[in-house]
């Protein structure tokens, strides 16, 4: 079979634009022989749709799509695996699918609904799908294809020591009689989740003696970032075809031949490259598919800041992004020349707005209501406050985004200001420890031409909100806090494990944690932030705000 990987940038709701790039993908599939081209889960539709699929409009809009592009590809000589949502056949339950259909000439000659509905992380499919009782085989020219659609294709239990569901559709459609896999994804990067994917998907063909296609969404839909990745092996789990990584990707293979070298693309090698990338990918689409097309930056003269800028470069050009330097009473001389230094080198273009004059207005016509209290972290918040101020309000005028610098361990602890530094329309580096801020800032330089100075890689962390400040006045040095953090946050291990396993001290580890907990509130309140770590602060971690479990 000659089939085509149709890896596409889908935008969620935008319908006709799906429509188009399926249409566009196809016939270039034709044209180079496929019989088949197979597109992500929910193509039609984009995922995740979320509480859209729960407007009756979306529904029939969906179905109006479908029939749209039953029409422009009925002419072309390659059939189409398009995942989207359907209506449920069960009278009771919930009244649409996650489904999956093979179109022919125009007609729909095959229906497939998924079956294992994820309910961890960042999906919450059961919210909104009914679960197949059972699922058919595709025969295709012949050949019986098991087709499954993303979390059906990742229950296998040779690969897994715990299941997470007590069915196998795979294993079903195999003892069925299936000769070869096709699964559609929507399948979210973080770190090593593509070599994971790989894994997974080369134990089940060698378990099952049959060769695995699977494909998979590209591009970012607010907090998720989808690498693509689209791949083929097979019987013995050796790759027929690997579509790249972080853009979309069309790869027609014959899964009788041997692999062909031009349909094994170049990836990411180095995942810390690959982060670097899939933050471009989530910056540039969170900002064009939200309609804007320029962004705004504090820049601190930080090593924050600064890979934020670079990224920002990277994805919308640089020509699109301003950099704004904001000294203040206590910023330091080094502050404001890294910043400019490093916007030259970037070529963006660079405004100073100093708080100073508006920081001395607002104590001193606070200093009445403060009377009798001593200077705290109350005028350090204000400064920041006023940052937030002068961001915003440049956004306003400039019809630009604003782009948040905070990192994820800041955000863990509470190290940053609500509706200060936090304020902005994206948090590029939310889910970005500080530790490995500084490898993906190295990785900008090489792209850039060591634009962000030495000087940033090597001054100790500040916020400069008062004299001599320093990062670890109040916290741990960073390797110390991103190991507590990553074992809390993404592990889900206790104080005491943390402690004993590291070999910390266990005070300093609560401490870390109790502030992480008690933080909640101001994380449920920041921009959303772009997932790259196993767990992200955002729609994939839920803790409530009032309540009163400790560690």
Known sequence: M????????????????????????????????AELIAFPELSLNGYPPRDLVEKPSFLARTGEALDDLRRQTASLPVAMVVGYIG?????????????????????????QSKMLLPTYDVFDEARYFESADYQNLLTWRGRPVALTICEDAWNDKQYWSRQLYDRDPVEELKAKGARILISINASPYHMGKRALRRQVFATAARRHGVPVVYVNQVGGNDQLVFDGSSFALDAQGNPLAMACSFAPDLVVFDTEQPANAANLRASHADEVE??????????????????????????????????????????????NVIGVGMPGPYSSEHSVTDARDMAQALGIRFEIASINDAYHTMVNSLQPLFAGYKPDVTEENIQSRLRGVTLMAMSNKFGALVLTTGNKSELAVGYCTLYGDMCGGLAVISDVPKTLVYQISRVANRRHNNAIPENVFTKPPSAELRPDQKDTDSLPEYDVLDTILKAYVEEMHSPRQIAEEHGLDLKLVRDIVN?????????????????????AFGMGRRFPIAQKFSE
């Open 2 to 33: 000659r089939i085509a990987l149709g890896q596409i940038n889908t935008t969620v709701g935008d319908l006709g634009g799906n429509v188009k790039l399926m249409v566009e993908a196809a016939r270039q599939a034709a044209d180079q022989g």
């Open 515 to 535: 502030k992480v907990d008690r933080n909640e509130y101001k994380r449920q309140q920041a921009a959303p932030g772009l997932k790259v770590t196993t767990k």
């Open 87 to 111: 209506q449920s056949e069960e009278r009771a339950g919930k009244p649409v699918v996650n489904a999956a259909c093979v179109l022919e000439r125009g007609e729909i000659v095959f229906r």
């Open 274 to 319: 690959a982060c670097y990338e899939a933050l471009v990918v989530g910056t540039r689409d969170y900002i064009r598919k939200c309609g804007f097309s320029k962004v705004i930056i504090g820049l601190s003269g930080g090593i924050d800041s600064s890979i934020t800028a670079a990224l920002a470069v990277d994805a919308v050009g640089r020509k």
